[in-house]
């Protein structure tokens, strides 16, 4: 099915660990997100790309790195896991122009011990 | 002052209900979007909105552009839309840390049977 395919759904980790974040999407978007999402947070914006080949810092980008590998495909890297990087991640994208419908991932579910 | 503000946070209504969640805003947008979101579950796109009115099944988003404001209403309320509902702005130009999308923090609805 098209739409944005995140992966993986769960991760458990251990403190100081790194892991990636996939997040693929098939609809030609443009711009693509990574948000957190903590209990009584709502969605928080880590990185996000406008475009193929830019990325730009969100609302708390501290312990992570992204990369836009092309048009389809946005991860997201920890690079050495912090208990407070316990989350539920969600990746996301939509084209910014005049059909610009907001698709999300599943969901990844990590938990730093 | 939020600059996306939904209301109320929390609702319970009973099978059957007529529901309006309300959300206000106060930058310049390109579409405002409605999302839901099941208990542990991923986050849905229900409706776009840059203008006027749209329906889906059950459930009616109507956006006033000179007033700032939109709405989501659902008639026939049953147990299955118990869920949050999210309202997101999309920005006319990215804004810095937010990338160019604003949430708002959600009204978790439940609905008794």
């Known amino acids: 099915n098209a739409g944005v395919t995140q992966t993986p759904k769960f991760q458990v980790l251990k403190t100081g660990q790194s892991m990636t974040l996939q997040c693929a999407q098939d609809?030609?978007?443009?711009?693509m997100y990574w948000y957190r999402q903590d209990p009584g947070m709502g969605l928080r914006l880590i990185y996000y790309s406008a475009s193929e080949g830019t990325t730009d810092k969100g609302e708390v980008p501290n312990g992570y790195n992204v990369s836009r590998l092309n048009k389809r495909e946005f991860s997201l890297r920890l690079e050495s896991a912090a208990p407070s990087q316990t989350s539920v991640y969600f990746c996301?994208?939509?084209?910014?122009?005049?059909?610009?419908?907001?698709?999300f991932g599943e969901g990844s579910r990590l938990t730093v011990l | 002052k939020n600059e996306v503000e939904q209301s109320p946070q929390n609702l319970t209504a009973q099978e059957g209900e007529f529901i309006t969640i309300n959300c206000s805003y106060s930058?310049?947008?390109?579409?405002l979007h409605w999302l839901q979101q099941h208990p542990g579950g991923g986050i849905v796109s229900l409706f776009m909105l840059s203008s006027g009115k749209k329906k889906h099944g059950r459930l009616i988003a109507t956006i006033n552009i000179q007033e700032k404001h939109s709405s989501l209403h659902i008639t026939a309320s049953h147990p299955r839309d118990s869920a949050v509902y999210i309202c997101?702005?999309?920005?006319?130009?990215?804004?810095?840390?937010?990338?160019?999308?604003?949430f708002g923090k959600g009204t978790k609805l439940s609905v008794k049977p």
């Open positions: 997101a702005v999309a920005l006319l130009n990215y804004g810095g840390s937010q990338g160019n999308l604003i």
């Open positions: 996301a994208s939509r084209f910014v122009g005049t059909a610009g419908e907001l698709f």
């Open positions: 930058v310049g947008i390109s579409a």
């Open positions: 609809m030609n978007h443009n711009s």
